[in-house]
């Protein structure tokens, strides 16, 4: 396109350095004016040939206004200088230009998008002859774009850093998108998860529970529903968790997806477990306690009525039930402390002597490994200790200085049998009673019960021997209730 044909199809003077009227507007003409994009064409020295109705109204000019011949640099003073460079490097080099949506600040302060591009013209010799410039306000476009943008952006930070585990499944149990915390609770990454369902990672006897809330809310029983549920992690290990589920449909109101929220509550589970296990342990000891007061209130009365009904004499009685009573007391002592779970058999034995040895407990000798005993046994063994002391106190080895005596035992851990012997060395010779005391039936009656044995008397010139066989199934030791188990 020469210059004489650029004048007629566009009105602009053949001379750009001389102004000139306009000619007639020709239909090109008449049809680029009327574009309902922004469309200008200039010449080499950017010099306005034509532009079009709705270029005018995007740089906020009246539709009438003349441009053709005038410097587009003077009409928009403001136009920033990498525009002007963009401009002449298209009308130098002859290259086509374009931007989908640049910020534009206008005069006023406002900031518009526009969508441009540039080409050259050129004339019929194939010389560049200036420049096509379209232009589109896209400000409407571009500024939804962003806040779509924006919009995401917010909800990738909500979607990966919320404290839960957050996806999004498929109806058909597929994740289609998992964030960093529900990977952190199950261990896999998220290439592992979104290659799995959640079924293969749902703890089998938890499944079935799962799946039929899910039918529920694909049928439409139900919108949502909540689930405390065990995962499989990647390393085997079980993780429970707190799982809420809601279903989003599409707008034909087809399942389109569920979207899960998942919390770990494995520390709170085992809290619960712990604390039911105490509870039961609890109930355990309480009633156990309420067995062995009654235990121990029927033995007390027993002692009473045995003590009063053998001995005529009140303060003998008073003595010989008061000392009863001590190494009862004695063993509870031992059996409080260790919470009712048992006793050692060689602190039983120290304790129900320690009051017939004085500031001599040299002259008491036990011997015999670490027996554990259980609580029954411990307090029939104690009294049955309490009684031989206190006979070898009266009529045997401790009733002089010279007096010794040995408690010897051995455990089969596998049977249960106990084997005991009371020696007694040092003393006067043991005779055997005028009559059976209560002494003698309160060791009898403590082999055949808790003991599940029997007590053998043989009355030397040496001392008093008793051999005792009983049999007790020793348990490992348990500690007590309250942060020792």
């Known amino acids: 396109m020469g210059s004489d044909t650029a004048t007629e199809a566009t009105g602009a003077p053949a001379n750009p350095g001389r102004e000139a009227a306009s000619p007639a507007p020709s239909g090109a003409l008449t049809a680029l004016t009327q574009a309902p994009i922004g469309i200008a064409i200039f010449d080499r020295a950017m010099r306005y040939l034509a532009a079009s109705r709705q270029f005018l109204t995007d740089q906020g000019l009246p539709g009438d206004t003349p441009l053709v011949g005038r410097l587009h640099y003077e009409v928009f ?21 374009s931007h989908e949506g640049e910020a534009f600040e206008r005069a006023s302060g406002g900031v518009e998008w526009i969508r441009w591009s540039v080409a050259p013209w050129r004339t019929d010799a194939g010389e560049i002859g200036g420049l096509v410039l379209y232009t589109e306000v896209v400000t409407a476009a571009v500024e939804a774009r962003l806040a779509l943008q924006a919009a995401e952006a917010r909800y990738r930070a909500v979607f990966d850093y919320t404290p839960v585990g957050v996806a999004r499944v498929a109806p058909d149990g597929r994740f289609l998108e998992v964030n960093e915390r529900i990977c952190a609770i199950t261990g896999y990454s998220r290439d592992e998860l979104m290659a799995r369902t959640f079924v293969d990672i749902t703890h089998p006897e938890d499944l079935n529970a799962d799946l039929l809330l ?92 045995q003590t009063l009904r053998s001995d005529g004499d009140a303060a003998s009685a008073y003595e010989s039930f008061e000392g009863r009573l001590l190494g009862l007391s004695a063993a509870h002592e031992v059996l409080t402390r260790e919470r009712w779970h048992g006793a050692l058999l060689r602190e039983v034995a120290e304790r129900a002597l320690r009051p017939f ?14 027996v554990w005993l259980p609580p029954g046994a411990a307090l029939a063994l104690a009294l049955v200790f309490h009684e031989l002391a206190t006979n070898a106190v009266k009529y045997g080895a401790l009733s002089g200085e010279e007096g010794r005596l040995e408690i010897a035992w051995t455990h089969d851990t596998e049977s249960g049998a106990l084997t005991l012997s009371w020696t007694e060395t040092g003393g006067p010779p043991a005779q055997p009673p005028r009559r059976k005391g209560f002494g003698s039936r309160l060791i009898e009656r403590g082999f055949k019960g808790e003991l599940r044995g029997k007590a053998t008397m043989r009355y030397l010139p040496s001392g008093l021997i008793c051999e005792m066989q009983a049999n007790v199934k020793s348990p490992s030791r348990v500690l007590g209730l309250f942060g020792d188990i």
């Not at 003073?77 to 230009?97: K, M, N, Y």
């Not at 919390?263 to 156990?288: C, G, M, P, T, V």
């Open 214 to 305: 899910v039918r529920e809310v694909l049928e439409g029983l139900r919108d949502t529903y909540t689930l405390e549920k065990r995962y499989l992690t990647r390393s085997g290990e079980i993780v429970w968790i707190h799982l809420m589920v809601a279903l989003v449909r599409t707008t034909e109101g087809a399942p389109d997806y569920f979207i899960s929220t998942v919390e770990d509550i494995s520390e709170r589970k085992r809290a619960e477990a712990a604390q039911q296990r105490y509870q039961s342990q609890l109930r355990l000891l309480i009633n156990e306690l309420n067995h062995r007061v009654k235990n121990t209130l029927a033995t007390v009365q027993s002692m009473a009525a």
């Open 357 to 370: 040895c004085g500031d001599q407990p040299t002259r008491v000798r036990l011997e015999g490994s670490d």
């Open 77 to 97: 003073p403001d136009i920033p200088q990498h525009w002007r460079d963009l401009h002449a490097r298209v009308i130098a080099e002859g290259v086509e230009l």
